[in-house]
C-alpha cells in the first residue's frame, strides 16, 4: 500500500453537494440574473458585466504548489460589484487573507506583471479559512470606483500567519495582465469548472445501488496522470467512495444529486470502495502522459 | 486401513461441523457509534477458532428496533484513522448472514469462515448497519486497535 505523504500535494478532489455549495455558489448569480433580466423591477439601465480573472501561483512562493482558483467580478449597479473568489490547493483548515491592490510603484519595464508590483493594499476581502479540503470561496462587495483601473490592479492571496510569501495572485488590469481572463461562466458554474477540474464524460463513474459503473463499461478505468475522474449518484441509498491506496481519495456520504470529484496526480493502480456495501468497489489505473 | 477411514471420517465430520471449537472465545464488546439510531444498541462478538483454519464468529445482540432487518460485516482497517478501527471506513472483508431483530429488539448471528480472510487488518472491525440505510451504523465492535 502506498500512502501519499501529503495528499494536498498529490492529489485533488472537490464535493460538490447539491444543496449546500451550489446555493451559496449560485447566490450571487441569482443576484446577477435578476439584475440581468431587469425583472420589472426599477434594474437602472446599466451595462453589468462579469469578469473571471485567473489565480496564478507566485513565481517566489513554494506554498499551496498547487492552489489554483479565479474570481468572478460582477457589476451589479454603478455603486455596487461583487467580487468572489473561488480558490482550491490551499492548505485544509487554514487561515487567509486576500486583498485587491493596486498598481504598485515599480514602473511597468520592471515587471512583467502587476502581481510583481509591490502595490499598496486597496481593500482586503473578509478574512477567511480553507476547508478541509483546501477550498475556499468568498465574496467581497465594493464600490466599483474603490477598485476601478490601477486602484484594483491585482488581487492576491496568502496565509494569515504568513503574508510576506504569496501564492496566488490574479490580475485584474486591463493591459496589465499577461494572462487573457477566461471566459465568464454560465449559472451552472460550480468548482468543477474550475481550471483543472474539468472531468470528461468517459471519466465519470455511475454510483448504484450497490455498485460502482463505469461510464466506459468495464471493469477498471484506466486514465492519465492528471485526469479527473467524477463519481455521480444515481442510486437511494447512502454511499461512499474510499481508497486504500489514495487514502486522500475519501468522500462523505453521498446522497442523491452529490458529485465527487478526485484528480489522480500519481501513475498507479488505485482501488477504491464503498464502506458500506460488500463488494461495491471499482479500480482506477492511471498511467503517465 | 478402517483406522485411516475413522480417521477421515473425524476429520469429515469435524469440517462438515464447520468450525468445531478447539479453545476457549474471544470476545469483543459493541460500541455504540455517537448516533442516534438505537441508542440502547449493544452486544458482543465471540470469535472461535476451530481445526483447518476455521473460525466461528456469533454475534448476540441486543437494543435493536424491534423486527427491523440489520446486516453486519468484518471490515479491513480503512485509511480514515489508524488507531480507531470504527472510525476508519475501511472495506467490507465478509458479511454475516442478514439478521432481523426479535420483538425484544434481540438477534444473533453466526459467520464461519476462514481464519486467514479475517487474520490482522483484513478483521479489524465489525460493524452493524440497518438493511435499509447501511450508512447508519448504531454499533461497531474494535477487534484490533492499530493498524498495520
Ligand atoms: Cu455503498
Ligand atoms: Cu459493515
Redesign the pocket.
Known sequence: MTVAPNRHTINRHTVNRRGTLAPRLGLSLTLLGAALAGSGQAAPAQTYSVQTYVFKHGELSTTDPIGAGFIKVSLLSPEKSESTLYVRGLTPNTAYMAHYHALGPKSGALFRTPCESNGPITLGFPAFKSDARGRAIVKLSADPATIAGGAGAYINIHRADDPGDIPLCAVVLKDGATTTPAASKGADDTMADMPGMASTAENTVTIIDNAFRFKSGGETLKIKVGDTVKWTYDGKVTHDINSLSAPSLKSPKLRRGDTYSYTFNKPGTFGFYC??H?GMGGTIIVTAR | MNAIKIVLGLTAALTLGSCTMMNKPTTYTFKHKAIEADPAAAGVASVSLGNAGMSTTTLTLSGLTPGKAY???Y?AFGPASSNDPCASNGP?TV?FPNFTADAMGMATTVLSTDMAKIAGDAGAY????YASD?ST?PICAPIKMVKG
Open positions: 464502506s458500506f460488500e | 446486516i453486519s460485516h471490515h467490507v458479511g465489525i460493524n452493524v448497519h447501511p451504523i
